[in-house]
T-cell receptor, first 115, second 108 residues
Framework: GAVVSQHPSWVICKSGTSVKIECRSLDFQATTMFWYRQFPKQSLMLMATSNEGSKATYEQGVEKDKFLINHASLTLSTLTVTSAHPEDSSFYIC???????????FGEGSWLTVV | AQRVTQPEKLLSVFKGAPVELKCNYS??????LFWYVQYSRQRLQLLLR??SRESIKGFTADLNKGETSFHLKKPFAQEEDSAMYYC??????????FGSGTKLNVKP
């Protein structure tokens, strides 16, 4: 079946640095991908919709300059957390929509810890 | 605004007992409703969607528009059903809005 892969699975970075998380659709093309974050024992919160070849659409309350999203190809979207702070520590999950539009696949998630 | 509510954080049942995981939603249009499951140390995976009207792993869910509910049911729980279950709503453009999740623990 279709697979969405995230890399890295976990990352630790220092406050003030930037960290990039990749989301790849391994065997299908995805014009649209989505980024979520999940705090411990809480639900997944949609952050933004990533569109190949155009700007991402951010949900209300999500800082676009803080969470940079680039969807440069039909199989890759990246989320860059800029000037990371400890409160950015979270579990980040991406999902990819098949180009037929009728199926969504989720990545395995990436743990970010900012120290 | 859209909202998905799962009132139970934890549900413990014995093997063979019926189980019902509750989900209520609010949405101004006509949403699609889903149940996703996350087994320990695995990624989220689709369990079922209301438009398919199918039974997966013995689970069923009926969309009740009058009560704005999409409860997940299984008549006889199995130990391997123990997992985190998320109810999700999709409106426009395949954006998903998730409930807070219910942890199902099936005891032997």
């Amino acid at each position: 079946g279709a697979v969405v892969s995230q890399h890295p699975s976990w990352v630790i970075c220092k406050s003030g640095t930037s960290v990039k998380i990749e989301c790849r659709s391994l065997d299908f093309q995805a014009t649209t991908m989505f980024w979520y974050r999940q705090f411990p024992k809480q639900s997944l919160m949609l952050m933004a919709t990533s569109n190949e070849g155009s700007k991402a659409t951010y949900e209300q309350g999500v800082e676009k300059d803080k969470f940079l999203i680039n969807h440069a190809s039909l199989t890759l979207s990246t989320l860059t957390v800029t000037s990371a702070h400890p409160e950015d520590s979270s579990f980040y999950i991406c999902s990819a929509q098949t180009d037929s539009g009728n199926t969504i696949y989720f990545g395995e998630g990436s743990w970010l810890t900012v120290v | 605004a859209q909202r998905v509510t799962q009132p139970e954080k934890l549900l413990s049942v014995f093997k063979g007992a019926p189980v019902e995981l509750k989900c209520n939603y609010s949405y101004s249009g006509s949403p699609e409703l889903f149940w996703y499951v996350q087994y320990s140390r695995q990624r989220l995976q689709l369990l079922l969607r209301h438009i398919s009207r199918e039974s997966i792993k013995g689970f069923t869910a009926d969309l009740n528009k009058g009560e704005t509910s999409f409860h997940l049911k299984k008549p006889f729980a199995q130990e391997e059903d123990s997992a985190m279950y998320y109810c999700a709503l999709s409106g426009n453009f395949n954006k998903f809005y998730f409930g807070s999740g219910t942890k199902l623990n099936v005891k032997p």
